[in-house]
T-cell receptor
């Protein structure tokens, strides 16, 4: 059973702080990793993808991948109340995209 | 450009009715995926098309679920003889190629009464 595990939260951080979201995956064949943001009642919105070990930065977001540890993380710098949402981690290889259950982030003003 | 569109956005069906959910992917996207999302859960894979070919239907929960993409563009997910456990949000996503990033439509919320 290929799984993606996330802490369900809620993760609460003050406005302006760094939010750190983590994810582990079970399938060593996974090659592509994605972070989606999902607001309540809305569909998932792609915010980051990463294919290679290391860090990938895009604006306030940094995705980190460590294939040896089967670990993916998302850092959100200067967190804003509008970042409050559920963040879904997903992994795929030669199998369909597998999602975690998501981590609920709450940014407190 | 236009994103993935889905219709209807909401559907209420009586148990035993058949429903059809439509997905219009991003123009030029070869791959199309259907997911089912229950409340508080991540999306779960149902089926995958590359152009008009259905290459993976391993996630379809029963033979009451059927999907097609006859011309390699618009796709329809059909659920026959709906049951209460079919109540969920059905999400469609498309990507340029499998393995690339997927973009989701707004979803169809199905409620079976």
């Amino acid at each position: 059973q290929k799984e993606v595990e996330q802490n369900s939260g809620p993760l609460s951080v003050p406005e302006g702080a760094i939010a750190s979201l983590n994810c582990t995956y079970s399938d060593r064949g996974s090659q592509s990793f994605f972070w989606y943001r999902q607001y309540s009642g809305k569909s998932p919105e792609l915010i980051m993808f990463i294919y290679s070990n290391g860090d990938k930065e895009d604006g306030r977001f940094t995705a980190q991948l460590n294939k040896a540890s089967q670990y993916v993380s998302l850092l959100i710098r200067d967190s804003q109340p509008s970042d409050s949402a559920t963040y879904l981690c997903a992994a795929s290889g030669n199998t369909p995209l597998v999602f975690g259950k998501g981590t609920r982030l709450s940014v407190i003003a | 450009g236009a994103g993935v569109s889905q219709s209807p956005r909401y559907k209420v069906a009586k148990r035993g009715q058949d429903v059809a959910l439509r997905c219009d992917p991003i123009s030029g996207h070869v791959s199309l995926f259907w997911y089912q999302q229950a409340l508080g859960q991540g999306p779960e894979f149902l089926t995958y098309f590359q152009n008009e070919a259905q290459l993976d239907k391993s996630g379809l929960p029963s033979d009451r679920f059927f999907a097609e993409r006859p011309e390699g563009s618009v796709s329809t997910l059909k659920i026959q003889r709906t049951q209460q456990e079919d109540s969920a949000v059905y999400l469609c996503a498309s990507s340029f190629l499998r393995g690339n990033e997927q973009y989701f439509g707004p979803g169809t919320r199905l409620t079976v009464t």
